[in-house]
Structure formats: C-alpha cells, structure tokens
Nanobody, 121 residues
Framework: QVQLVESGGGLVQAGGSLRLSCAASTRSFSNYAMGWFRQAAGKEREFVAAIGRNGISTYYADSVKDRFTISRDNTKNTVYLQMNSLKPDDTAVYYC??????????????WGQGTQVTVSS
C-alpha cells in the first residue's frame, strides 16, 4: 500500500508560479513511476505529466508543455510539479498518482487526496 499526500496548492495570479509536492509513504518509492493529473470543476480528470522511476524519462500533456516541470527525489520519496506561467485554465484540483509509466488515468494504482490550485485572471 502506498499513501500519497499532495501539498503546495493555493491561489495565484495569472502568470505566476507554484510548486506542488507529493510525499509518498513507502519504502519502494523508486519502484513506481509517478504522475500528476488534474480535475477542473465539472470536467473529467486529465493527465498533466509523468516521470519514470529513475527520474530520467518525462512527458507532458500538450497544454502544459514548456510551462510545467515534473521531477522527483527518490531519497525523499517525493515528486514535484513546478508550474510556471499559470493560466486561469490551469485552475483545478491536482492529484499525484503512483503506478506504471503512463499517461492513462486507469493505469495508476495509488492516488493522493488532491490539492486545489486556483489561478485568478
């Protein structure tokens, strides 16, 4: 069992930045790829970014490419999402997930509770 706890969400103006963190309570953190997903009000949960087990492989949704950066620190059992040049359309609850390296929501085995990000115009 893996427990994931996100933090770092909040209210920011358009053009600003936030860094989300997701701490995992497992001794086998490096065995999991990690993903970030988001869900805006009234919409389905969508893929944002994923990172491989060793932190070398990454990929992003087109909507966040060149603005967001996913990274991980396996010594701290933590994955990060650096979000720059934020837009009102980025407003959503952001979730981290652990599982295989995938952009598919259904592939991930474990999920955090989410953290709210609100971008004002």
């Amino acid at each position: 069992q893996v427990q994931l706890v996100e933090s770092g969400g909040g209210l920011v103006q358009a053009g600003g930045s936030l860094r989300l963190s997701c701490a995992a309570s497992t001794r086998s953190f490096s065995n999991y790829a990690m993903g970030w997903f988001r869900q805006a009000a009234g919409k389905e949960r969508e893929f944002v970014a994923a990172i491989g087990r060793n932190g070398i492989s990454t990929y992003y949704a087109d909507s966040v490419k060149d603005r967001f950066t996913i990274s991980r620190d396996n010594t701290k059992n933590t994955v990060y999402l650096q979000m720059n040049s934020l837009k009102p359309d980025d407003t959503a609850v952001y979730y981290c997930a652990a599982g295989p390296y995938s952009g598919s929501r259904s592939a991930y085995d474990y999920w955090g509770q989410g953290t709210q990000v609100t971008v004002s115009s």
